[in-house]
């Protein structure tokens, strides 16, 4: 158990739709990431905050966005859903300080499919 | 484009022998190396880090090795046991230190699977 929590486990929606992906990091964690697993793009680097900000973006969609809430939890919104944006969705969290890189603890990941 | 890679897509081992993952990565400013191992249904965990001030580094079973004049990575794993089989990836970390930005970039992942 890496301590960083991810809910909902398994998420079934219709196209068209919109989805919220929530992530808890592990205590004293101050960044949190998220990133989108799929078959063809494998493990792919979305979005990073830190105490509330945003740091760094990666291919994220216009229709996704994302926010992290002053208890330090995460959401990720993900609207007007496409067929192709069925994947597994990690969040990943970090002690972040004196900028060392540190490891990145990832959660269980929602399993999103869309249909 | 830059990226990270694994030279071998899946990996058959006996049980009990030792294990070699091989990455290559591109970015020769890269200073951080994480692999991690992800089992099926679950999220990536980690199993090893490496800076680029060393060429060595030990854990539980486990060894990481860094040539940082050919780009590549590998991870030992001695003795290995039916729980290791799973998929491992390596990781680096690109991301802007002076902006406080850690994205990693992954490779594809290499496929191991230990055989009783």
């Known amino acids: 158990d890496s301590g960083v929590t991810q809910t909902p486990k398994h998420l079934i929606t219709a196209t068209g739709q919109r989805v919220t992906l929530r992530c808890s990091p592990r205590s004293g964690d101050l960044s949190v990431y998220w990133y989108q697993q799929s078959l063809d793009q494998g493990l792919q680097f979305l979005i990073q905050?830190?105490?509330?900000?945003?740091?760094a973006k990666g291919n994220i969609l216009e229709r996704f966005s994302a926010q992290q809430f002053p208890d330090l939890h995460s959401e990720l919104n993900l609207s007007s859903l496409e067929l192709g944006d069925s994947a597994l969705y990690f969040c990943?969290?970090?002690?972040?300080?004196?900028?060392?890189?540190?490891?990145?603890?990832f959660g269980p990941g929602t399993r999103l499919l869309v249909l | 484009g830059e990226s990270v890679g694994l030279h071998l897509p899946t990996l058959s081992v006996q049980e009990g022998d030792n294990s070699i993952i091989n990455c290559a990565y591109s970015n020769s400013a890269s200073d951080y190396f994480i692999w991690y191992k992800q089992e099926s249904g679950k999220g990536p965990q980690f199993i090893i880090d490496i800076r680029s001030n060393m060429d060595k580094r030990q854990g539980q079973r486990v060894t990481v090795l860094l040539n940082k004049t050919v780009k590549h990575l590998s991870l030992q794993i001695a003795a290995t046991q039916p729980g290791d089989s799973a998929v491992y990836f390596c990781a680096e970390n690109r991301g802007n230190s002076g902006a406080g930005s850690y994205q990693l970039t992954f490779g594809k992942g290499t496929k191991l699977s230990v055989i009783p």
């Open positions: 905050y830190y105490n509330g900000e945003e740091r």
């Open positions: 990943a969290s970090s002690v972040v300080g004196s900028g060392r890189k540190e490891t990145q603890y």
